[in-house]
């Protein structure tokens, strides 16, 4: 199985472009992944699943089977994720 991580945290925009259509050409399967560093870049991209992963087999599953969307930049993700990781309560 060959899979291409399409959108990192730490690469530039063009970067990512570069890889969302090199996946795109070659046919692969995608995912996204922070590579984060320091708590304010989690979130940053993401590989979005349709129901919550309980195990690691189920997550290979699904995005082997191409049931998972690699999503960059993730801005609104991480904003909207940070009172939960910080802490400090939820949304309004």
């Given at each position: 199985?060959k899979i291409?991580?399409?959108?990192?945290?730490?690469?530039?925009?063009?970067?990512?472009?570069?890889?969302?259509?090199?996946?795109?050409?070659?046919?692969?399967?995608?995912?996204?992944?922070?590579?984060?560093?320091?708590?304010?870049?989690?979130?940053?991209?993401?590989?979005?699943?349709?129901?919550?992963?309980?195990?690691?087999?189920?997550?290979?599953?699904?995005?082997?089977?191409?049931?998972?969307?690699?999503?960059?930049?993730?801005?609104?993700?991480?904003?909207?994720?940070?009172?939960?990781?910080?802490?400090?309560?939820?949304?309004?």
């Amino acid at each position: 199985m060959k899979i291409l991580e399409v959108y990192n945290g730490q690469n530039t925009l063009r970067e990512n472009q570069l890889s969302v259509e090199v996946g795109r050409r070659l046919g692969l399967v995608t995912c996204g992944g922070s590579d984060a560093h320091t708590p304010i870049e989690v979130g940053r991209c993401v590989t979005a699943f349709h129901h919550p992963i309980r195990h690691e087999r189920e997550l290979i599953q699904e995005i082997a089977g191409g049931r998972s969307k690699a999503w960059g930049p993730g801005w609104q993700l991480r904003l909207e994720g940070l009172p939960d990781l910080y802490g400090v309560g939820g949304p309004p």
